[in-house]
Nanobody, 122 residues
Framework: QVQLVESGGGSVQTGGSLTLSCAAS????????MGWFRQAPGKEREGVAV???????SYADSVKGRFTISKDNAKNSLYLQMNSLKPEDTAMYYC????????????????WGQGTQVTVSS
């Protein structure tokens, strides 16, 4: 069982930056895969970025070069540094954790947080 709690969302203008955090209730050291997903109103949930236990990362094309996922096992925390934000990044962002067969943005995750809202205004 893993409880996940996101924080760090907010409202920023185009071009701004935000850092999302996700605190896990257990050690993240042996969680095979953790990631960030987002869902905008009227749209399907999409994978934004994932990080495997050995550190390999994967990003959606729409955020490559702008977002950075990282993990601090000592703090049992996952992060998403978001730079050069665009209005189309506006969504509810969710943290996820699990042990999928492959760690990628299309993987199925068992544990989810409640989400944190990110709003980017033009």
């Amino acid at each position: 069982q893993v409880q996940l709690v996101e924080s760090g969302g907010g409202s920023v203008q185009t071009g701004g930056s935000l850092t999302l955090s996700c605190a896990a209730s257990r050690s993240t050291y042996n969680i095979d895969c953790m990631g960030w997903f987002r869902q905008a109103p009227g749209k399907e949930r999409e994978g934004v970025a994932v990080i495997a236990s050995h550190g390999k990362t994967s990003y959606a094309d729409s955020v490559k070069g702008r977002f950075t996922i990282s993990k601090d096992n000592a703090k049992n925390s996952l992060y998403l540094q978001m730079n050069s934000l665009k209005p189309e990044d506006t969504a509810m962002y969710y943290c996820a954790a699990g042990w999928p067969l492959y760690c990628y943005t299309g993987a199925q995750f068992r544990y989810w947080g409640q989400g944190t809202q990110v709003t980017v205004s033009s």
